[in-house]
Structure formats: structure tokens, C-alpha cells
């Protein structure tokens, strides 16, 4: 079983509040992702990072930002939250070369 | 670039129906390819992989093959059950020296029914 995790899994939060959330593993892997499901299903990767202080932007823009301060620790955060940004979000880890990633079970954000 | 087609759902079938999925990809040298499955309200969670030409990936009766030269991995299972009924995710994996790239195809749903 998979040892990532996502907080909170439901989040339903004003306009213009301020949300982090959060995910950590606990499998020593180096590559973390942030996708971002439409209710359509599809998968969008909108952040990465191959390290501690590696981050890069994904396929789809976005206005949240993450950090990776610790290797186990990848949260997302969005300063001023908006009703576009209501969607279900999913953290992934993966180890080193083409290894398969491991999801956490989601957040729900609805921002109205 | 890497892409990941998938065929569109939704998929309804009877239990013990026999199931198909078809996906073929897109991709330059040698990737790995990946199924996953997502049940309502969760992550999404890897049911099987193969990781070089004609290998087979199994897990709970699902079945896919490594098919380099038609670039396909179809998913099958002989006989469905209800709770099969999820929305399953055909994916590739490619990478070199410290970059890997992970493309997944749009998702289909399946629904079996009793």
C-alpha cells in the first residue's frame, strides 16, 4: 500500500481565503507531481519536482505555487482562492527512471 | 511529443462480461506503460505495468500486453464484476538521466451492472 497522503480530503473555503494543502510520503522518493482532474476525469500535471528545491511548472497554468523543502513534503498553495479554481486535486510520488507513481487519495477543493 | 489515446467511455457492460479497453501511444525510444485504476472518490491506484516490448502486466484478472509494434497496450479482463466498475487510466512513463515525463490518456469509465 501506498504510503502518501493528502490533507484535507474535502475543502469547501471562500472566495479570496488563502488554502494550503498538503501532501507527504513517506517512501524516500525523490519526484513528487501535482495533477489537477476536471469532472471530466482528465488529468492535468500543473507542478513537479525532481528534489529539495527543485520545482518546475506542469502542462497546464496555474495560479497556485509549491515548495519542496523536505524530500518527504510537497504542499500547494493558492493566496487568493477562486470559484475556477474548484476541482479535485491529486499529489503523486515516483522513485528514480520510468517507475510507476504513487497517488494520494485527493483533495476536493470548492471555492464558493 | 508523448501522447496516450485511449477510447472514450462510457463503457457499461454485464457481469461476466468480457472487457476491452483499447489504448495505443505516442512516444520516441523506450517508454513503460502503466494501467491505473480510480474508484469514485479516490486516488488513482496502478493495477498493472510492463516495462519493455511484449511483456504482460497482470493484476486481479485484468490483463495488458506490451505491443511495440502497433504502440498498444489494450486492457482486458475475461469476466467483469460490479466492483470493477471504475474509471481506468492508460499511461506511459519516459525518461532519461534525471527527467522523466508521465503522460496519461483522458480516462474511461466503465459500469458494470448485476
Known amino acids: 500500500e501506498a504510503d502518501i497522503y493528502q490533507t484535507p480530503r474535502y475543502l469547501v473555503i471562500g472566495t479570496g481565503k488563502k488554502i494550503t494543502l498538503e501532501c507527504s510520503q513517506t517512501?524516500?522518493?525523490?519526484?513528487m507531481y501535482w495533477y489537477q482532474q476536471d469532472p471530466g476525469m482528465e488529468l492535468h500535471l500543473i507542478h513537479y519536482s525532481y528534489g529539495v528545491n527543485s520545482t518546475e511548472k506542469g502542462d497546464l497554468s496555474s495560479e497556485s505555487t509549491v515548495s519542496r523543502i523536505r524530500t518527504e513534503h510537497f504542499p500547494l498553495t493558492l493566496e487568493s482562492a477562486r470559484p475556477s479554481h474548484t476541482s479535485q486535486y491529486l499529489c503523486a510520488s515516483s522513485q528514480a527512471g520510468n517507475t510507476e507513481a504513487f497517488f494520494g487519495q485527493g483533495t476536493r477543493l470548492t471555492v464558493v | 511529443g508523448d501522447s496516450v489515446t485511449q477510447m472514450e467511455g462510457p463503457v457499461t457492460l454485464s457481469e461476466e462480461a468480457f472487457l476491452t479497453i483499447n489504448c495505443t501511444y505516442t512516444?520516441?525510444?523506450?517508454?513503460?506503460l502503466f494501467w491505473y485504476v480510480q474508484y469514485p472518490g479516490e486516488g488513482l491506484q496502478l493495477l498493472l505495468k510492463a516495462t519493455k516490448a511484449d511483456d504482460k502486466g497482470s493484476n486481479k484478472g485484468f490483463e495488458a500486453t506490451y505491443r511495440k509494434e502497433t504502440t498498444s497496450f489494450h486492457l482486458e479482463k475475461g469476466s467483469v464484476q460490479v466492483s470493477d466498475s471504475a474509471v481506468y487510466f492508460c499511461a506511459l512513463s519516459r525518461g532519461s538521466g534525471g527527467y522523466q515525463k508521465v503522460t496519461f490518456g483522458t480516462g474511461t469509465k466503465l459500469q458494470v451492472i448485476p
Open positions: 512516444a520516441t525510444g523506450y517508454p513503460s
Open positions: 517512501m524516500g522518493h525523490d519526484k
